[in-house]
């Protein structure tokens, strides 16, 4: 069935069950919905749109499924949405028909076994996406104090630290010098800290390979 022929039917069971639910809003919302995970979004009232505060979806790099919402065709339309991209992970598969797999494992029959994967690299096929909404959507709504502190909460839960003292500043500038604008920010402090105090990290940045390799095993040893 071509997902076309889905996207309505989809679309009106989630308005009319957020609304028997008494659901207003929506501040994460995920979906890894098969090819359709744009036009799910795209569903939803635009007044339920509008206060989504971060947005998982899992769309395809080319087209797995019949008319199916690619990730450059949901991209920019979560861009104009006045979200940006926090982070992306590509996944993929490996490129071959199920008869060159079946001709491969009678080829491999002393070695292959279908409980293990075949030992061919993946070409990237879809990818898992996570996007924030941006300060200058919530300025432009007049958005709440609990929107300012959810995006804080779902940038730090996505290590996306500088941004998180970003939404604080634009908290503080909103609504006020304040004991959670103070605790928000030097949670965000800390967490930075935190990272910067991993030995790690200078190891990762700054040392040679042959250094990093002797280091890791100093500190393993520790």
């Known amino acids: 069935v071509g997902n076309q022929e889905n996207q309505g039917t989809i679309g009106l069971l989630s308005n009319r069950e957020l609304q028997e639910l008494g659901i207003d809003r929506i501040d994460w919302f995920k979906t890894d919905a098969q090819g359709i995970d744009l036009a799910l979004f795209q569903s ?8 989504i505060l971060a947005v998982d979806i899992e769309p395809g790099l ?7 919402d ?22 993929g598969a490996v490129r071959m028909r199920p008869a060159t797999v079946q001709a491969l494992a009678a080829d491999l029959a002393d070695t292959y076994s279908a409980a293990l994967p075949l030992p061919l690299r993946p070409s990237p096929a879809w990818c898992e996406a996570r996007y924030l909404r941006s300060l200058e959507v919530l300025g432009a709504q ?10 804080w909460i779902f940038a730090m839960i996505e290590q996306q630290w500088g941004y998180a003292l970003e939404v604080v500043q634009a908290y503080a500038a909103r609504f006020g010098s304040s004991a959670v604008v103070h605790q928000m920010r030097q949670e ?3 967490s930075i800290r935190r990272v910067y105090n991993r030995p790690g990290l200078f190891i990762r940045r700054y040392m040679p390979t042959f250094v990093k390799n002797v280091a890791k095993r100093v500190l393993r040893r520790h």
């Open 142 to 151: 007049d958005a709440p104090a609990r929107s300012y502190i959810l995006l």
């Open 62 to 68: 080319a087209e797995n499924y019949v008319g199916e």
């Open 44 to 51: 939803l009232h635009a007044e339920i749109r509008e206060k």
């Open 188 to 190: 965000s402090l800390r």
């Open 70 to 91: 690619t990730f450059h065709a949901a991209h920019p339309q979560l861009l104009a949405e006045g979200f940006w991209l926090s982070s992306l992970a590509v996944k």
